[in-house]
């Protein structure tokens, strides 16, 4: 009886000390998953922001190619999101944690902005900003190195626009791991130095 008794012991740790080690295992792979999936999609914003701001151009309406240059909000106007020609409206902006995509495409006649509905996208919940701007605007001096343009910035000066994300690596409560991605682009119409 004892022997038995003492079995059930040491099979009852033994399944204990399993269970805990495949929870471990388990929760360990939930969290590098999440880290994946979280630089996999700063990598993707950054990558659709370059594509967008590089196809910058002048509004169906006449409007400048950017409307607004901010540390947290960007609107411009691009060719790149339908890749039909048509040309949105696009705002970049983030609210707590969060950055969204707004996408207004115009209608009516004459094409017009106005009384369209934006699409808004939630990009990512995972940002960690803090006082950090998501936005720098440039010059046509920059060349890769330099400071850039302050706030609040004359948009006619700007030809070269870089996104700073900022976001946590693991999506866990009181995390602060975090890690960049620094991505920009001249918009194509403005550039002064084609020559080059």
């Known amino acids: 009886m004892i022997e038995t008794l003492a079995t059930i012991f040491v099979f009852t740790l033994i399944m204990i000390g399993v269970t805990l080690l495949m929870k471990n295992i388990l929760t360990t792979s939930e969290q590098q998953y999440g880290v994946l999936n979280n630089v996999n999609q700063a990598e993707w914003i950054s990558k659709a922001f370059v ?46 944690n969060t950055l969204y995509r707004g996408i207004t495409n115009p209608g009516g006649s004459p094409l017009s902005y106005i009384g369209q509905t934006e699409t808004i996208t939630t990009l ?6 803090g006082s950090t701007p ?22 006619n000066t700007i030809r070269f626009v870089k996104i700073n994300l900022i976001v946590l690596k693991e999506l866990t409560q009181n995390s602060s791991n975090t890690f960049t991605v620094v991505a920009g682009a001249s918009m194509r119409n403005l550039k002064t130095n084609l020559g080059n």
């Open 51 to 96: 594509e967008e701001i590089r196809n910058g151009t002048y509004g169906v309406d006449g409007s400048y190619p950017i409307n607004q240059a901010g540390t947290n909000q960007i609107i411009f106007f691009s060719t790149a999101p339908l890749k039909n020609g048509t040309i949105s409206k696009i705002r970049y902006y983030i609210s707590g």
């Open 124 to 129: 990512s919940t995972a940002m960690s900003m």
């Open 134 to 155: 998501l936005f720098y605007y440039y010059d046509g001096n920059y060349n890769g190195s330099g400071n850039p343009l302050t706030q609040p910035v004359n948009i």
